[in-house]
DNA sequence: CTGTTAGCGCTTTCAA
DNA sequence: TTGAAAGCGCTAACAG
């Protein structure tokens, strides 16, 4: 019968059931290894399930997350997947009420929702610590725009790892703000980081750090030598990286396999479901850039 | 009215117009920033015109291409660009036959479609007289499934600068063929690459040229003094690896927008359009893994 | 020029 | 057990 041609219309199965069996996928730079990544793991569980997934970025931007999430939402998602670029989304909560499940992708959600996150505070601690281990004593901590949650706890966690040193964050850390979380603009903020005469850098992603690594050889700094370098992600460039890069490791897939899973669970058991903020840990992987082993 | 939560129902729309107004675009491997970048012009070029974008990655399977173009199809989308796996699919077929156009991108189309390309045989080429110029003799050629168009022609360029050079191919060129092109193979490929006994390596794309140069580092060998190493694409992390890679550029962003902008033609004006098979040139960026200057 | 209606293809409900 | 019908929200065509 329908072995000639026949191809379901989901269109009409989406107006008949209110909502489409797809789930969108909104992360922060698809240019980011570590995003594609987790978006791998989203998407196995979700076709697992059967369902299709809409995957969006935002390039960090508040306007284009709206613009993806009203485009999900006119599409009627089943559900939302949402690594998001500043703390309250207007249109996340409207999803909420018109009863979309939004979960929370790679930072902490309020209760009452789902979210998956990974402990950024240890994160950014991990790394401080084994700067400070290795005799470092003035931290460059290369950031994005203020907005993003998970980056600001990694730097709360760069300061506690300096005061259970002893130390005092205020003269150990100094903080270059970049205007996105991006390889160029690392590259271009090399001479602000090394205004700050810093002996050790920390940058809030991989992407970042390895353009700054590029800036860094170029101005003839030695990495680790005069300046050790550590990033965050560790995606897989990082490990073959001019100076193969000292990196805390998330698990990006689980991250997305998990979020993807709870929200299916609020999808299709609402009554069983409840919500849910499941924590990972980090994971420090110590490289040549931070002149460890 | 519509400002206390009216959102469009893009289903019923999608349902009366008999197709939706987001198009779909099915990548050979989203980990690999070739792709997203493509992706990006793809989106840019879309969101201008109103469309919504479905990004999807057959991770150079077959039968999750089938799969991805019958969701595609299944949602009714507008319009679809394929990075095709292999040559002919059954299901793009069906789609064109359905009134729904299809781009192929970074891939030669048969006449009767559109198709976005670049010239793979002058890429292979540029890489191999790079080489030859620079007096290597024994070059390995590393590829992936040869199903892959692009692949086979960049081979076809390479055996062209060998013979153009007066050398035969026969004794200059050994090929290895990875299960996939990305960097975990590329890394695993190593012994038989050297068992080649090559003076300079080709890998067909840039993740894979940075999972061998890793393993080639691991095992001692010098780049570019013993082995010279040339990739593809001129992805972002090229410039910033261990050795920075000489590379093959290609327009990743505006081959998406090229060919998004050919599919909306089609599909906005379908007596208007007349198909067409641009084809952009691709550029050789040395550096130092090819020991150039 | 404004307002009403029919129907897209699917699912669910209810009748035969 | 099998079949018919209603209705999801939108748009295009048509009536007033």
Redesign the pocket.
Known sequence: MSELG????????A????RSSALGLVVLDIGNPFFTELARGVEEEAAARGYGLLLCSSDEEPDRQEAHLRFLEEMRVGGVLLSPVAGDSRRAKQLRERGTPVVTVDATGRRGTCSVSVDDRRGGALAATHLLDTGRRRIAWVTGPSGIRQTAERAEGIDEAVTTAGLNPSTVVRTVTLPALQGAAGHAAVADILATRPDAVVCANDVVALGVLRGLLEAGVDVPDDVALVGYDDIEFAATAAVPLTSVRQPARDLGRTAASLLLEELTEPEAHRHRQPVFTPELVVRRSSGGT
Chains 1, 2 share one sequence.
């Open positions: 026949f191809v379901r219309n989901s269109a009409a199965g107006l008949r059931a209110g």
